[in-house]
């Protein structure tokens, strides 16, 4: 993916967000267990089925939770990228984005 489409699919991304689609932010994956189920259920999806990505994963374009968590301190974030590098997902993100794969 060049940078021209990594731009433009981080708008469509943030566009829909800002119309309201609803993610599955809970239940948060406390253990590897369900952690893996959730990275189960993104295998399923086609790789360009971004929508599904974002529900299963719980994209909110917002910091999250009392600690206002967010895809700037996640593991899988590449800051010079602004790309989640989480197989799974593999998308352009947003620094203050979070989702529920969020991991330190």
Not at 7 to 35: C, D, I
Not at 73 to 101: G, I, K, Q, S
Request: proline share 7%; net charge negative; charged share 30%.
């Amino acid at each position: 993916m060049n940078s021209e489409q990594q731009h433009s699919l981080l708008r469509k991304m943030a566009q829909m967000m800002q119309n309201g689609l609803k993610t599955q932010t809970e239940p948060f994956p406390e253990t590897e267990r369900e952690f893996a189920a959730i990275l189960a259920e993104l295998r399923q999806l086609k790789p360009d089925d971004i929508e599904g990505k974002m529900i299963i994963s719980g994209f909110l374009d917002q910091p999250y939770g009392p600690d206002r968590q967010r895809c700037m301190e996640c593991m899988y974030y590449l800051v010079h990228r602004e790309w989640c590098d989480l197989p799974e997902l593999a998308v352009p993100v947003d620094a203050d984005w979070w989702c529920r794969l969020w991991r330190i």
